[in-house]
């Protein structure tokens, strides 16, 4: 993947991570959308990220956002950091050796 593609996966995962967030800024309203937004994030997911990786991400981003108190964790920014940096560097050491 071109490095282009890569840093706008990133700037759509700070910005969905950014709307899974909205639900703490307004009250009352946000555990509605968190009911929109958690399947919408899963499809999100799998759309960004193909595979078993991406399924097994949007089952996460699902379970994050739907469940009380979990939106601050920044589902779709774990998800591209663990694909472009993380298993990078796994491949990498892999690679050398």
Same mark, same amino acid.
Request: aromatic share 14%; hydrophobic share 50%.
């Given at each position: 993947?071109?490095?282009?593609? #890569?840093?706008? #996966? +990133?700037? $759509?995962? $700070?910005?969905?991570? &950014?709307?899974? %967030?909205?639900?703490?800024?307004?009250? *009352? /309203? *946000?555990?509605? +959308?968190? +009911? /929109?937004? =958690?399947? =919408?994030? =899963? %499809?999100?997911?799998?759309?960004?990220?193909? *595979?078993?990786? *991406? #399924?097994? &991400?949007a089952a996460v981003s699902f379970i994050e956002e739907i469940a009380p108190g979990l939106?601050?964790?920044? !589902?779709?920014?774990?998800?591209? +950091? %663990? !694909? %472009?940096?993380?298993?990078?560097r796994t491949v990498e050491k892999t690679i050398d050796v």
């Amino acid at each position: 993947m071109n490095t282009e593609n #890569k840093y706008k #996966k +990133l700037a $759509l995962s $700070l910005v969905f991570d &950014a709307i899974g %967030y909205i639900s703490f800024i307004v009250p *009352g /309203v *946000g555990e509605f +959308l968190d +009911l /929109v937004w =958690a399947p =919408a994030s =899963a %499809y999100l997911m799998t759309k960004m990220y193909k *595979g078993k990786k *991406g #399924k097994i &991400a949007a089952a996460v981003s699902f379970i994050e956002e739907i469940a009380p108190g979990l939106d601050v964790i920044p !589902t779709f920014t774990i998800m591209w +950091l %663990y !694909t %472009y940096v993380f298993s990078t560097r796994t491949v990498e050491k892999t690679i050398d050796v």
